[in-house]
């Protein structure tokens, strides 16, 4: 079957201010977002990508127009399946206000029971992404053999659960999972199981570097809703 490049978008003004984004409109790259985009057709220049699918999201599509620059040939498609979660209430808020909502421990501790209000559940978020997947797969199996290979630019917390469900892994333990943006991350898929073949690769090792006691990022055992921004 199919091996999927699964890519974040490049880091965004929401990433850099700390707000929670969701589907909120006019979310952009910022400068160092654009540069990661850009960086982008050149980390991946030996991979044969049969398509191209986008969440419909303004700083996804920043993020791939590098690449469709660079291959004018290659198909573009856009799926809201792999939208960011609606986040409902939450979107557009900061991260850090919304630390002290009840609702944070459930979405850290057990995401699968949680629901944004006015917005979708984190299982929802899961089961529409994992079907989209499925049905890409079998499409780009269809459409271009077993060994095609095709990319899919969607956002953190979609990741984070896709590599979830690919590890048979509850979703209550996705949080256990970080991917940066302008990550890659690859997910090789066979009639048996899938495989991981990357995670969260940016070719940067400076989210490595311990940021120093004195940052309560670096001691926080709590996940980066979203996805967080990345290392500085």
């Known amino acids: 079957m199919a091996t999927l490049i699964l890519v974040r978008h490049g880091r965004s003004t ?8 969701g589907w909120t409109p006019g979310v952009a790259l910022d400068e160092r977002g654009a540069a990661q985009a850009a960086a982008l057709p050149g980390r991946l220049a030996r991979v044969p990508l049969a398509a191209a699918v986008s969440s419909p999201l303004q700083r996804c599509r920043e993020t791939l127009q590098p690449l469709l ?19 409902g209430d939450w979107s557009g808020r900061k991260l850090a206000e919304l630390a002290d909502e009840p609702l944070m421990e459930t ?15 984190m299982r929802a978020m899961q089961q529409r992404a994992v079907e989209a997947v499925r049905e890409w797969n079998a499409r780009m199996e269809a459409e271009h053999g077993e060994d095609a290979v095709y990319l899919m630019c969607s956002h953190g917390d979609i990741i984070k659960a896709l590599v979830a469900d690919a590890l048979g892994m509850h979703l209550d333990l996705f949080q256990r999972i970080h991917v940066d943006p302008c ?8 009639r048996l199981r899938p495989f991981l073949l990357r995670l969260g690769d940016t070719g940067d090792f400076g989210a490595l570097i311990p940021r120093g006691s004195g940052d309560s990022t670096a001691e926080s055992a709590t996940a980066e809703v979203g996805g967080g921004a990345g290392a500085p």
């Open 14 to 21: 929401a990433n850099t201010a700390g707000i929670l984004a």
């Open 69 to 87: 620059d660079a291959r004018p040939d290659l198909p573009l498609h856009t799926d809201d399946r792999i939208g960011e979660c609606h986040y």
């Open 183 to 190: 990550s890659v991350t690859a997910v090789r898929y066979t």
């Open 107 to 121: 979405v850290q501790q057990h995401p699968s029971a949680a629901v944004f209000p006015g917005g979708e559940s």
